[in-house]
């Protein structure tokens, strides 16, 4: 009984070190997969990096960027401003997510909301003439 209990304590920490470490590999497949795959496994794997709130800010909202960008390309402009939208929440003050949802906007002749966006990329990225 003392042995079980002895090895119940010593496998705890093992345990707790194996949730952080697999979901932390299996996310370092989806980088590779979002920057370098193609169709539907690589808006999967962006998804999957953008919704992964134990990952840095900045790999989740260019992910987001990446997904947004890629459903886009298949035509669901629903899903591509979600994306967007969760970018943004993540990190507000990022100007590439700013630039892409004024591209977003005025693509969709919503000129008035393009033009909120340039602004305010405008204000996030002075030294950048993409804006």
Known sequence: MAV??????????LAL???????????AGDVGQCQDGAGEA???ACAALGAHSTLPTAQRTEALHRHSSLVRKT??????QK???????????????AIAFAKFH???ARYD???KHIMR???LLPNRPHP
């Open 4 to 13: 079980k209990k002895a090895l119940a304590v010593g496998f705890a920490p």
């Open 17 to 27: 070190l194996g949730a952080v470490l697999l979901p932390a590999a299996a996310a």
């Open 42 to 44: 690589q808006i999967a």
């Open 75 to 80: 035509g669901d402009d629903v899903l591509a």
């Open 83 to 97: 994306a967007l939208e969760a970018a943004e929440e993540i990190d507000p003050k990022n100007g590439d997510v």
């Open 106 to 108: 005025y693509d969709n």
């Open 113 to 115: 909301e393009a033009e």
């Open 121 to 123: 990329a405008q204000a």
